[in-house]
Every structure is written in C-alpha cells, then in structure tokens.
Nanobody
Framework: VQLQASGGGLVQAGGSLRLSCTAS????????MGWFRQAPGKEREFVAVYSWRTGRTYYADSVKGRFTISNAQNTAYLQMNSLKPEDTADYYC??????????????????WGQGTQVTVSS
C-alpha cells in the first residue's frame, strides 16, 4: 500500500487547510486511514482517524471541534479550520486494514505516507 499526502502549506492563524491522502497499490476493500503530526523537536502524535469497521471518527483533544476527517474510496481528507500556530507540524497520513482500539498508537499503522508541512503563522 502506498500513501500519497498533499495539501500542506502556509496559512495565517484562524485560517483553513485541507489535507488529502490517497492510498494505492494493494488496497483493502475497507481501510482505516488516519493522520498524525510531528512538530520540530517533538514526538509524533495522533490527530484523527476514520474507522471503516466501526464507522466512527476519533480525534485528539487538541483538534476536536476544529478538524474533520472524512473518507471517500481510498482517499482520506483532513479539513483543518481555526488553525493555530501550535498546529504547525509535518502531517503524516497512515493506514491499517483494521486499526482497532489502539488507534492513537503510531505502531498500529503499518502503512505511512510522506509528510506534508503545515505552517500556521501568528
């Protein structure tokens, strides 16, 4: 499975961006796709995931109410609104055939895309 992420960029605080991640190659009929981010000098952290198995979405507390994850076919989108400078990071999409209850662990995802940089200026 190959994941291709896009949509990062520079935006002012309060602005919006939409990230996209498309899965290709040997894809599952249903695939859980999520987003993580890593700021300079910090560990990679969970942002959001859409689970096909449960039909539910899960978000980190820091982005609830501002970010929305959605899926169409094998493409995951992350709509980011009301962006803050602390959202600045490299954003990575990740995929798993069935991520399970440990959706917030990066090790639960065997497939990763390249990072796309998001910079929010104050």
């Amino acid at each position: 499975v190959q994941l291709q992420a896009s949509g990062g960029g520079l935006v002012q605080a309060g602005g919006s961006l939409r990230l996209s991640c498309t899965a290709s190659g040997r894809t599952f009929s249903r695939i859980d796709m999520g987003w993580f981010r890593q700021a300079p000098g910090k560990e990679r952290e969970f942002v959001a995931v859409y689970s096909w198995r449960t039909g539910r979405t899960y978000y980190a507390d820091s982005v609830k109410g501002r970010f929305t994850i959605s899926n169409a076919q094998n493409t995951a989108y992350l709509q980011m609104n009301s962006l803050k400078p602390e959202d600045t990071a490299d954003y990575y999409c990740a995929a798993s055939g069935a991520v399970g209850s440990n959706y917030y662990w990066s090790r639960s995802y065997p497939y990763w895309g390249q990072g796309t940089q998001v910079t929010v200026s104050s």
